[in-house]
């Protein structure tokens, strides 16, 4: 079984300023995806940013990045110029990847960023 | 497009009653999703269809848990008796292809 640790319940930035939140992993798989999820106070969760296990090149999206070190099972997310619209709870998760079906998601207890103005 | 959309977003209910949740996925999308959050914990696993199929029911945690998808469509989560510890928030998800799931708002389900 597959399990996702965020050892952090929460964190605070201030606006425009760059966070680090960590996520470690355990899996005897070779072969899955990770994910961050924000989830913001309105309650709707929205993926941020995916990394398919079998690529060594880290995902962007625009201020989201990730390190993601497969040999640690690590998978932060760093969050550059932080805007006021980040603060909301993140949710790290791995997901198996199988051949045709979709599979489920394992997540982690997730952290809340609060970014200050 | 309407996104994923979950009815009601919240519910208060009384230990021993019955209680539907109701899940409409975006259209067109076979994959779908239960899954709870227990305050304080991980966001646990439930059960996954596969158009009407239940594909994994592996995370249903007891029998009082009846899903449901009719003709594919949309998918109700029946409680039935609920308990204390059936209180939390429970997400439906919804995917076609890939690997993005969307995730409706929740139900937020308080058991007295």
């Known amino acids: 079984a597959q399990t996702v640790t965020q050892s952090q319940p929460e964190m605070s930035v201030q606006e425009a300023e760059t966070v680090t939140l960590s996520c470690t992993y355990d899996?005897?798989?070779?072969?899955?995806?990770l994910f961050w999820y924000k989830q913001p106070p309105s309650r709707q969760m929205i993926l941020v940013i995916r990394?398919?296990?079998?690529?060594?090149q880290n995902a962007t999206e625009n201020r989201f990045s990730v390190n993601f070190q497969k040999a640690a099972k690590s998978f932060s997310l760093k969050i550059s110029d932080s805007q006021l619209g980040d603060t909301a709870m993140y949710f790290c998760?791995?997901?198996?990847?199988?051949?045709?079906?979709?599979?489920?998601?394992?997540f982690g207890k997730g952290i809340t960023l609060s970014v200050r103005p | 497009e309407a996104g994923v959309t979950q009815f009601p977003s919240h519910s208060v209910i009384e230990k021993g009653q019955t209680v539907t949740l109701r899940c409409d996925p975006i259209?067109?999308?076979?994959?779908l999703y239960w899954y709870r959050r227990v305050m304080g914990k991980e966001i646990k696993f439930l059960l996954h269809?596969?158009?009407?199929?239940?594909?994994?029911e592996s995370g249903m945690p007891n029998n009082r848990f009846l899903a449901e998808r009719t003709g594919g469509t949309y998918s109700t989560l029946k409680v039935q008796p609920a308990e204390l510890e059936d209180s939390g928030v429970y997400f439906c998800?919804?995917?076609?292809?890939?690997?993005?799931?969307?995730f409706g708002q929740g139900t937020r389900l308080t058991v007295v």
């Open positions: 998800a919804s995917s076609l292809q890939g690997f993005e799931a969307f």
């Open positions: 899996t005897s798989e070779n072969n899955y995806y």
């Open positions: 990394q398919e296990a079998y690529k060594q």
């Open positions: 998760a791995f997901m198996k990847l199988h051949t045709g079906a979709n599979s489920k998601l394992t």
């Open positions: 259209s067109g999308h076979d994959n």
């Open positions: 269809f596969v158009k009407e199929s239940k594909q994994d």
